[in-house]
């Protein structure tokens, strides 16, 4: 990989996410990062942490070997065609980072000549902590694992079948709004029974890392380390069960749902 370069066309949040978490991965070398935008002055940062960055993004595509394509679903096309005659067959591999726009797709704007990544991180890449899911089509072995390495740079990523790549837009992707969420509701929960709200923020956040942190290392069910803290007739468990009386669980699961139909659609 350390000869291998990388473009991020479109560097909006997302895409400046991804790029940012290379920047900040030190088996990459800066200078093997290039980034684009219209307006260069949103990505003035990614230059100053070493990347190159630009426009133009024919000159990015001729002087990379992996084009991760971070545009909306709808401009995906038109950055296709642009991009088109700088593309080589023997060179190029590409990714795209759109939701809802399958490989084939993609693949039959490109003649099925090139393989085809899609890839659905989120934007804790740039602290190195995404999620990403990826599939691809025409691809082997070898690009497979340069693309699973550019995204377990910037945190894990997983090899999926394409038809769960929607799904794992949602859990993935919109998940970390809604844990985000839930995060603010605890912490105006905090404020009420007493914290400032900065101190409230430092607890709930810690709270939150620390319970992700014990699912990882202990390979355990939510449940199990649930029974570890619920003593009978104690605080935790009478909150637990006003969650659930208010709708906690099944409010969230619909949220997921309905968000995987707006999808679909």
Same mark, same amino acid.
Request: with cysteine; hydrophobic share 40%.
């Given at each position: 990989?350390?000869?291998?370069?990388?473009?991020?066309?479109?560097?909006?949040?997302?895409?400046?996410?991804?790029?940012?978490?290379?920047?900040?991965?030190?088996?990459?070398?800066?200078?093997?990062?290039?980034? +684009?935008?219209?307006?260069?002055?949103?990505?003035?940062?990614?230059?100053?942490?070493?990347?190159?960055?630009?426009?133009?993004?024919?000159?990015?595509?001729?002087?990379?070997?992996?084009?991760?394509?971070?545009?909306?679903?709808?401009?995906?096309?038109?950055?296709?065609?642009?991009?088109?005659?700088?593309?080589?067959?023997?060179?190029?591999?590409?990714?795209?980072?759109?939701?809802?726009?399958? @490989?084939?797709?993609?693949?039959?704007?490109?003649?099925?000549?090139?393989?085809?990544?899609?890839?659905?991180?989120?934007?804790?890449?740039?602290?190195?902590?995404?999620?990403?899911?990826?599939?691809?089509?025409?691809?082997?072995?070898?690009? +497979?694992?340069?693309?699973?390495?550019?995204?377990?740079?910037?945190?894990?990523?997983?090899?999926?079948?394409?038809?769960?790549?929607?799904?794992?837009?949602?859990?993935?992707?919109?998940?970390?709004?809604?844990?985000?969420?839930?995060?603010?509701?605890?912490?105006?929960?905090?404020?009420?029974?007493?914290? &400032?709200?900065?101190?409230?923020?430092?607890?709930?956040?810690?709270?939150?890392?620390?319970?992700?942190?014990?699912?990882?290392?202990?390979?355990?069910?939510?449940?199990?380390?649930? &029974?570890?803290? @619920?003593?009978?007739?104690?605080?935790?468990?009478?909150?637990?069960?006003?969650?659930?009386?208010?709708?906690?669980?099944?409010?969230?699961?619909?949220?997921?749902?309905?968000?995987?139909?707006?999808?679909?659609?």
């Amino acid at each position: 990989m350390k000869n291998d370069k990388i473009s991020v066309i479109g560097c909006g949040n997302l895409g400046k996410s991804i790029a940012k978490g290379l920047l900040n991965h030190n088996e990459f070398s800066s200078n093997n990062v290039i980034a +684009t935008r219209r307006n260069l002055s949103f990505i003035e940062d990614l230059k100053e942490a070493g990347a190159d960055i630009t426009s133009d993004n024919l000159y990015a595509v001729s002087n990379s070997n992996i084009i991760l394509i971070a545009v909306k679903p709808y401009n995906v096309s038109k950055i296709i065609n642009e991009i088109k005659p700088v593309l080589k067959e023997d060179k190029h591999i590409i990714v795209s980072l759109a939701t809802g726009l399958g @490989t084939a797709e993609i693949s039959d704007m490109l003649d099925n000549k090139f393989p085809i990544y899609r890839a659905m991180p989120n934007i804790a890449a740039n602290i190195g902590e995404s999620v990403t899911c990826i599939c691809s089509k025409n691809s082997n072995q070898e690009q +497979t694992e340069k693309v699973k390495f550019i995204f377990d740079a910037v945190g894990e990523s997983l090899i999926i079948n394409e038809e769960l790549m929607e799904a794992a837009t949602i859990l993935g992707a919109c998940g970390i709004a809604f844990v985000f969420r839930f995060i603010r509701a605890m912490i105006q929960g905090g404020i009420q029974i007493g914290f &400032d709200a900065n101190t409230a923020k430092k607890i709930v956040s810690q709270t939150v890392k620390g319970a992700a942190q014990m699912l990882q290392e202990n390979n355990d069910h939510p449940e199990s380390e649930i &029974d570890k803290v @619920t003593t009978p007739k104690g605080c935790t468990i009478v909150g637990l069960n006003e969650m659930e009386h208010q709708g906690f669980s099944s409010s969230l699961i619909k949220g997921i749902i309905n968000s995987f139909e707006k999808i679909e659609k």
